[in-house]
């Protein structure tokens, strides 16, 4: 006799750890190469315009540029990644950092407050940009040569920086045959929902999502989504209105 509450513990650990094992990242190879070198060349050029502009005795680069880099040019259809976030997030990131540390003598203690500020007003400003949260850490934790900066740091090089990785985005994505920015203009035309009959399984999720673009979602969140979709789609042709969460 087995004993259930052993063998289902077991089975919830083991599906846990399971979890924490790396799934492979949906797309292409050819999207991941294009990722890989539109990425290096992006921070190339945007290291050396900037430091044309700045010379060596100004800070001319900041790291967060690194992961922005990766956003723009690896998943170039999030909305994380379009031009007004790296731009508008990265200043609103530097303008609450330089504040705050201006303001808190605490690192600690600023370092909570300014990415709590920062977090709410990229939301309330639709330019949320993981990276910019550390653009406002290294606007407190940059030391002599960011302190020394006051405000003019927002200005160069993070605004420097922002624009001309945005920009080199704009350029290379569309000559690698990519949308962007991402998102359709009202005056665009929408391709229309298509009806089928069929259900549609992971696997051909797996595959859709192989063949195209790396698309920061997974099949099984892709397929809760679509059978929402569905539901609601059901409800109102039922003439029921869905509630929303």
Same mark, same amino acid.
């Given at each position: ?69 990766? *956003?723009?040019?690896? =998943?170039? @259809? !999030? ?7 790296? %731009?508008?997030? #990265? +200043? ?62 927002? *200005?160069?090089?993070? =605004?420097? @920086? !922002? ?7 704009? %350029?290379?994505? #569309? +000559? ?66 869905? =509630?929303?969460?």
């Amino acid at each position: 006799m087995t004993n259930q509450p052993l063998v289902t513990w077991i089975t919830s650990v083991r599906t846990f750890l399971a979890r924490l094992w790396p799934h492979p990242l949906p797309g292409g190879k050819k999207q991941m190469v294009i990722a890989s070198v539109g990425a290096g060349l992006g921070l190339m050029i945007t290291s050396l315009t900037s430091h044309w502009l700045l010379g060596e005795v100004n800070l001319w680069f900041v790291a967060p540029m690194g992961a922005s880099a990766v *956003l723009l040019f690896g =998943l170039p @259809n !999030s909305p994380l990644a379009q031009p007004w976030s790296i %731009v508008g997030g #990265n +200043l609103v990131a530097g303008v609450v950092g330089v504040t705050t540390a201006l303001w808190v003598p605490h690192a600690a203690l600023a370092c909570g407050i300014a990415a709590c500020l920062t977090i709410a007003l990229m939301f309330q400003l639709r330019c949320l940009h993981p990276p910019s949260g550390a653009v406002a850490l290294t606007a407190i934790l940059g030391g002599n040569g960011v302190q020394q900066l006051g405000y003019h740091f927002i *200005l160069t090089p993070v =605004l420097l @920086n !922002s624009v001309c990785l945005a920009l080199l985005a704009l %350029v290379f994505n #569309n +000559l690698a045959g990519r949308r962007y920015p991402h998102p359709l203009a009202a005056t665009e035309i929408k391709a229309p929902p298509v009806v089928i009959d069929v259900p549609i399984t992971r696997e051909d999720l797996h595959q859709a999502l192989e063949s195209g673009e790396v698309l920061d979602i997974d099949e099984d969140d892709l397929q809760q989504l679509l059978q929402r979709a569905e539901e609601i789609a059901i409800l109102r042709q039922r003439g029921q209105m869905p =509630l929303s969460s």
